[in-house]
Structure formats: C-alpha cells, structure tokens
C-alpha cells in the first residue's frame, strides 16, 4: 500500500465541479456482450486493502461476470509500466489490460505509445485538469493532506496550517515520512508552505521550510515517522498525512484512542492517481468495461467506501448521490472544494527546495 503513497504526484487547479447529463450512462450493450466474450480482464498492482479495491473488483465481478486476472497487487506504477512494455507481443496472462498510476506516469506512457484512449460514459463529469484531452489517461481518485488527531491528548482540534504554531500543540506534531526522501512528508510541507504564501505556489517550497523550522524551535514538532503505531502509543498525537492513510490508521485502532481528521481550511494540496488501457491490451473490451465501471456512480462509491476520493466527488455530492453513512465517516464534503492539485513542475520544484534545504533550515532527523 505504501508503494502507492510514495509515488503519489499531482495535478493542477482546483477540481473543477462538471456536468451530470451524462453520469448516469451506462456502458453499450455492444460493449458488454464483446467483453463478455473475452471473458476476463487483467488488472495489475490494485491491492484489495487499497481504495477499497477489493470490493470494487468483486463489484465488477458480479455485475458483468467477468473474471478478473490480478497481477502483483503490490507492484508500483513503474512496474505497471516495464509490465505492459514487456508484454507488447504476449496475449497470455502475465500481460496487463489496465493500470492505475501516478500522475507523471500518464503522459509519460502516452508519449512512449504504451496506451490507448477512451472516454467513458461520464467523461463530461470528469474535471478537465484531471484528464488527457484525447483520453488517454484520466484522474480516478485523490487524497488531500489532513490532520490525523489523537482525541485522548489534544482537545481542540487544528483547523489550519497557523493552528499547529500554538503552545497547545508542543511536542505533538509529526509528518508521515521523512521529509528528504518521503513523497507524503515532502508533500506536507509542501502543502504548510503554500498556505503561508497564500496560495502562490513558486513560494511553497520556502515558506514551508521556514514553517517547519519555526515548529521545531518551538518544540511543537516531532521528529518521528507518524503511522499508526506511534499515534496510537502517544508519542505522534498530531500527523500530517493523506486522508485516506490518516482515516484508514485511525479506523484500524477501534477507538484507542478515538481520532479526529481535520481538512484544513487553506493549502489542501490534493494528489491523484490516473487509470489508463495498454495499448496492447489482449482484452480491449473488457479494459473498456472495467472502466465504464470504474467511472459510474458506483465504481466512484466503491473508491469513496476506501477512504479515497472519487474524481468525480464533488460532481456526486452536488447531486445527492452520496449516502449518508459514507459521508459520515468523512471529513465535511464542503473541505474538499478548495483542493489544490499542484502540477508537475511545481511539485518538483517544491520537492527540491525541500529535501534539499531540510537539513540546513529546519534540522531535525525525521526517524
């Protein structure tokens, strides 16, 4: 599962809200019956603890009566990638039909002639900064930088990045990797700095690193990895990390402690994975079928019921098609409207500035 996290990248603006006239398509009976003949489809590095994807497949599943061929469910995408390069003359199971990657792995595959373009059904209700124009790849779900809170040891939750600075908060605040080499720590700083610069990414880079500075002469930050374990002894009572990890480590402890997940209320940087066909599927309708599912209401759902963020979130919760119980379980939908998905360059810019200058601005050995 971490492998995904590590590769998480981004994508620009903020998620744009789209047109339902098209999100209750459904698939060609065309489609159905040519994927039915193929009979299965083969899916690679999509484990069943990730996004929920165990019961999505198991959706597919039912609904089409396809099997489903799963490839190293722990594989990352640069293994999705060498997979389908390595199998460009294979129609036999060890061939990929479909991946879900990180972001620069999308144009990346597309400029190496490695997949092939479709648009969904509900392609209208997909943003326009979350896909390829032609639909070679397209955004499927995202997570936003969140504060995972441990209710037994803070009281009163952080709202935003400026809350983290108060006395209240010595010793408590940890990142969910280290910031020199983990791309969810590198992200967390990221995402502090651009809330102190306003938004203005060029800047994120910089103030977070003077952000982070000033947390750890105050003593408020702690130099310790935050992943459940920790959280859970005491010793990281605040983390900064994607809200699906920060919902899914605190869900694992069944109430010890009780936990809060705060969005906050500026600089929600948001990363996102995209989904892609091979070029040389050997299942091209059922790659096709796995993705007008995927990109229905109820393959979005499947996602959310994960912790992740469908791609079209905002587009289901404007129109009511959220049931109550999963919005329950998450922060306020209304959190989400302001995500940030910074692009490419300026992720790397950001990332340079930080794992570069850790060591000389900030100082403290993250363990």
Not at 146 to 165: G, I
Not at 167 to 176: E, P, R, W
Not at 225 to 238: C, E, L, N, W
Not at 347 to 353: F, L, M, S, T, Y
Request: aromatic share 10%; hydrophobic share 40%.
């Amino acid at each position: 599962m971490l492998s995904k996290t590590h590769r998480l990248l981004s994508l620009t603006s903020a998620m744009l809200v789209a047109s339902t006239a098209l999100a209750a398509a459904e698939p060609s009976a065309d489609l159905i019956a040519a994927a039915k003949k193929e009979g299965t489809l083969t899916t690679i590095a999509l484990p069943h603890s990730w996004c929920g994807y165990g019961d999505v497949i198991a959706g597919f599943k039912a609904k089409y009566g396809l099997e489903v061929n799963e490839l190293n469910p722990d594989a990352g995408s640069g293994d999705e990638i060498e997979a389908i390069k390595a199998n460009k003359g294979n129609t036999g199971p060890q061939a990929p039909d479909v991946i879900d990657v990180g972001l620069s792995f999308g144009p990346s595959a597309k400029a190496e002639g490695l997949i092939q373009p479709y648009k969904v059904s509900t392609w209208d209700s997909i943003p326009d900064s979350a896909k390829d124009a032609d639909g070679y790849w397209y955004g499927d779900y995202y997570g936003v930088l969140s504060f995972l809170v441990n209710k037994d040891l803070v009281k009163e939750s952080p709202k935003d990045w400026a809350d983290l600075k108060k006395s209240d908060y010595a010793n408590a605040v940890a990142l969910a990797g280290d910031p020199r080499s983990a791309n969810q720590a590198v992200q967390g700083v990221y995402a502090a700095g651009l809330s102190v610069a306003g938004g203005d990414a060029t800047k994120a880079g910089a103030e977070g690193l003077a952000f982070f500075s000033e947390l750890n002469k105050s003593g408020n930050f702690v130099p310790v990895v935050g992943k459940a374990a920790p959280f859970a002894q005491g010793s990281t009572p605040i983390i900064i990390a994607w809200d699906y990890n920060a919902l899914s480590w605190g869900e694992s402890l069944n109430g010890n402690p009780p936990f809060e997940v705060v969005v906050p209320a500026t600089g929600v940087v948001a990363g996102v994975y995209v989904q892609a066909i091979s070029a040389f599927a050997p299942h091209p309708n059922a790659a096709k079928l796995w993705m007008e599912y995927l990109y229905s209401d109820e393959g979005q759902l499947g996602w959310l019921k994960g912790y992740c963020h469908p791609i079209r979130f905002n587009d289901l919760a404007k129109n009511n098609k959220i049931p109550k119980e999963l919005l329950d379980k998450l922060p306020p939908a209304a959190s989400y409207e302001k995500a940030v998905f910074p692009t490419l360059e300026e992720q790397a810019a950001g990332k340079a500035e930080i794992t570069g200058k850790w060591d000389s601005v900030v100082g403290a050995n993250v363990k």
